[in-house]
C-alpha cells in the first residue's frame, strides 16, 4: 500500500505541475490587466498603479537584450514533475561549440510546444550539463512581456521576444556561445498537429536562415518526436455548422489577437477520461549537427533559398535517422509545405 500510495503522490505532484500553466498565465497575467486600471481611477492605492507603469517603461528594452534569467527558476524542482510527467527527454548528436552562436530551429509546434520549453527554458532535461557552455534562450510572442509581473516570470527562464531586434541582439551583441531556440512552424503549424502526423510550415518559413546569414550563427535543427501525440486536435468536416462555427472563431481570434486556435482535448484528471490536460506520452527532442552559415550583411534572396535547401535536407536528414527509435514507422515521411 505504501508503495501504490507513494505512486499516486508523484502522478499526483505531477499532474499539479502540467497544471500550474493555468493560474500563472491567467491569473498572473489577469491580476496587473484588471488591478492597475482600477487602482489609477478608483483606488487610494493609484500610486502602486503609477509605480507598475513606470517601472514597466524604464524597464521596457530588457526583455529584448537579454532579460533576467535565472538559475533558480529554471532548476525548480516543479520541472522535473514537469517533465516526469509525459516524460520528456533531450538528445544530443553533436557538440556545440560555445565559440560560436546558434538558431536552433525546433519542429513541429504541436498545440503547445511541451518539449521546447522543458528542454530549453528550463534545467529539467539537463541542457547545462549536455551543451555545456551554451545559453539557450527561448522565442515566444512579444505580447507576453507587455504584462507586469508575467513578464518577470517568462523572464526568469531565459524566455526571450522572437522578433528580430531580440533575437539580432543575442547572436551578435552577447559574445558567443548563445543558442536562440525558435519554433519556425509558429502557432500556424499548430492547426496541423494530428497524432501520427509529421507536417510541417516551413516551405516559405525564410526568415530565421535571413536572419542567420546576418548575424553567422550556425543553423541546427531539432526535431521533437511525441511533440504531436499528447492532444488530439477536432477539425469538424467541411460544409457542417461545427465547421463553419469553428472557421469563424479561428478568423476571429486571428484577426484580434494574432493567434491561431485549434481545437483540441486530451485527458482528464483521472485516466481514461476526457480532458484538456495533454496525455501521457513521451517527447524526445532530438538536436541534430549544426551547420555552418557565412556572415553575409544583405544575403540576396538565391543564398537565403540555397541555406533553406540545405537546412531542410538537414532536418530530413535528422528526422529519417531517429524516426524508428522514437516510435514513428520506417515508412513515415517528413512533409514539408
Known amino acids: 500500500m505504501a508503495f501504490f500510495s507513494r505512486l499516486d503522490l508523484q502522478e499526483g505532484l505531477q499532474t499539479l505541475s502540467v497544471l500550474q500553466w493555468i493560474p500563472v498565465y ?12 482600477y487602482f489609477l481611477l478608483f483606488s487610494k492605492f493609484w500610486s502602486l498603479a503609477v509605480l507598475s507603469l513606470a517601472w514597466l517603461a524604464y524597464d521596457w528594452n530588457t526583455h529584448s537584450q537579454g532579460g533576467r534569467r535565472s538559475a533558480w527558476v529554471r532548476n525548480w524542482t516543479l520541472w522535473t514533475y514537469f517533465r516526469n510527467y509525459f516524460p520528456v527527454k533531450l538528445v544530443k548528436t553533436h557538440d556545440l561549440s ?13 498545440v503547445l510546444s ?3 520549453f522543458i528542454n530549453f527554458a528550463t534545467e529539467a532535461t539537463g541542457i547545462a550539463r549536455i551543451f555545456p557552455s551554451i ?10 512581456f507587455w504584462i507586469p509581473i508575467v513578464r518577470e516570470y517568462v523572464m526568469s527562464m531565459g524566455v526571450c521576444p522572437v522578433s528580430r531586434s531580440a533575437l539580432k541582439y543575442l547572436l551578435t551583441q552577447k559574445g558567443s556561445g548563445n543558442a536562440v531556440v525558435i519554433v519556425v512552424g509558429g502557432a500556424a503549424e499548430a492547426l496541423l498537429c494530428q497524432p501520427g502526423a509529421s507536417t510541417l510550415l516551413l516551405k516559405q518559413r525564410k526568415g530565421f536562415v535571413k536572419l542567420a546569414l546576418k548575424t553567422g550563427a550556425y543553423l541546427v535543427p531539432s526535431y521533437s518526436f511525441g511533440e504531436n501525440e499528447v492532444f488530439n486536435q477536432e477539425t469538424f468536416p467541411e ?4 465547421r463553419l462555427l469553428q472557421k469563424a472563431f479561428q478568423n476571429t481570434l486571428k484577426k484580434i489577437l494574432g493567434l491561431n486556435f485549434c481545437t483540441f482535448h486530451g485527458r482528464g484528471l483521472t485516466h481514461g477520461s476526457w480532458g484538456f490536460l495533454p496525455f501521457n506520452r513521451p517527447i524526445t527532442t532530438v538536436v541534430g549537427e549544426p551547420l555552418p552559415i557565412p556572415r553575409i550583411k544583405r544575403p540576396d534572396q538565391k543564398t537565403v533559398d540555397k541555406y533553406h535547401a540545405l537546412y531542410i535536407n538537414a532536418l530530413r536528414k ?9 516510435g514513428l514507422p520506417e515508412t513515415q515521411e517528413l512533409t514539408i509545405i
Open 114 to 116: 511541451f518539449g521546447v
Open 26 to 37: 491567467v491569473f498572473l497575467g489577469a491580476i496587473p490587466i484588471l488591478l492597475i486600471p
Open 239 to 242: 460544409g457542417t455548422w461545427l
Open 135 to 144: 545559453t539557450p534562450f527561448v522565442g515566444t510572442l512579444e505580447g507576453i
Open 318 to 326: 535528422l528526422f529519417d535517422q531517429h524516426k524508428v527509435e522514437y
Open 98 to 110: 560555445p565559440k560560436h552562436n546558434y538558431i536552433i530551429a525546433n519542429h513541429p509546434h504541436g
